[in-house]
């Protein structure tokens, strides 16, 4: 069954068991989970706190089927914790830092791509 399942599952997983794995390798697979563009979307919905599946959908305009999806690799990641009310049950994001996290990579994304451009225009 676990060799079956997609890779980044495969690694979520063996994160969730406590795979015993380097430093480095764990932070690759962290940096993993925010490598998904519909992932972000749902992450950028639950900044403003506590939703439901339905609310998700609403907010990111993706399907019900892939929200859940990105939910579930989120909560194995330890991005997302759900939280059960009744029928419903309510995901938000762990710990809030994570935005402080995405903020600087696209700080960082933004210089890396003036230097790029620069260099381009040195080149030509």
Known sequence: MFKALPATHRSLLAL?????????????EYFKVFSEPN????LEALR????NVTAVVEATGLSQALVS??????????????????SLVYYQVFDRGVFRLLA??????????QQQLTALQSVL
């Open 48 to 51: 403003q706190g506590s939703l």
């Open 69 to 86: 999806k990105h939910l579930k690799l989120l909560t194995i990641a330890g991005v997302v914790r759900r939280r059960p009310e009744g």
């Open 16 to 28: 969730s068991e406590f795979t015993p794995v380097s430093p480095m390798e764990a932070l690759a």
């Open 39 to 42: 992932r972000l979307a749902v």
């Open 104 to 113: 600087l990579a696209e700080k960082q994304l933004q210089a890396s791509r």
